[in-house]
T-cell receptor, first 115, second 113 residues
Framework: EPEVTQTPSHQVTQMGQEVILRCVPI?????FYWYRQILGQKVEFLVS????????KSEIFDDQFSVERPDGSNFTLKIRSTKLEDSAMYFC?????????????FGPGTRLTVL | GDSVTQMEGPVTLSEEAFLTINCTYT??????LFWYVQYPGEGLQLLLK?????DKGSNKGFEATYRKETTSFHLEKGSVQVSDSAVYFC????????????FGQGTRLTINP
């Protein structure tokens, strides 16, 4: 069964460093998402991506964040200068082969720890 | 903006007990509603969904009915098992735009044998 994969499973970084979180969505999907979950809190939407551009972003997704689909299979989230409060579990999701509701399939997440 | 409010946890039950986890929502228009489950150390899995009023979603013995008049989507199961121990998230998705998911705060469920 196709699945969304994410690497690494755990990333530890120093404050101020850049990190890139990687995701491989399900191959025929068209819509891609990043969410985050700070420990013990709700899952929050960060950004959605369709047709090689951002379709929606939350207020959390400021200039420190960027997304890219560099090669038609990977979907990456970059945080340019990490802060302590960026420590969270980051989930990638993908959906859809057409613009109507489709289930979002989630990856297992990357736990980011900023020291 | 859209929001989801879930019953506060944690919830602890004995095996074979009846489960209800309450969920209410606020949204413009007619969103789709979902329950996701997160088992320890894993990502989010879709448990069930309903896309219009009065629809009932069901899966693995869990059920939830989309109630537009009370803006609710309560999760129920008649007889829980130890393997149901997990965190349950209620969520909605607007039919407009990028269809992002808006999640409730999650309810941790523990089932004791």
């Amino acid at each position: 069964e196709p699945e969304v994969t994410q690497t690494p499973s755990h990333q530890v970084t120093q404050m101020g460093q850049e990190v890139i979180l990687r995701c491989v969505p399900i191959s025929n999907h068209l819509y891609f998402y990043w969410y985050r979950q700070i420990l013990g809190q709700k899952v929050e939407f960060l950004v959605s991506f369709y047709n090689n551009e951002i379709s929606e972003k939350s207020e959390i997704f400021d200039d420190q964040f960027s997304v890219e689909r560099p090669d038609g299979s990977n979907f990456t989230l970059k945080i340019r200068s990490t802060k302590l409060e960026d420590s969270a579990m980051y989930f990638c999701a993908s959906s859809g082969t057409s613009f109507s509701y489709n289930e979002q399939f989630f990856g297992p997440g990357t736990r980011l720890t900023v020291l | 903006g859209d929001s989801v409010t879930q019953m506060e946890g944690p919830v602890t039950l004995s095996e074979e007990a009846f489960l209800t986890i309450n969920c209410t929502y606020t949204a413009t228009g007619y969103p789709s509603l979902f329950w996701y489950v997160q088992y320890p150390g894993e990502g989010l899995q879709l448990l069930l969904k309903a896309t219009k009023a009065d629809d009932k979603g069901s899966n693995k013995g869990f059920e939830a009915t989309y109630r537009k008049e009370t803006t609710s989507f309560h999760l129920e199961k008649g007889s829980v098992q130890v393997s149901d121990s997990a965190v349950y998230f209620c969520a909605l998705s607007s039919i407009q735009g990028a269809q992002k998911l808006v999640f409730g705060q999650g309810t941790r469920l523990t089932i004791n044998p």
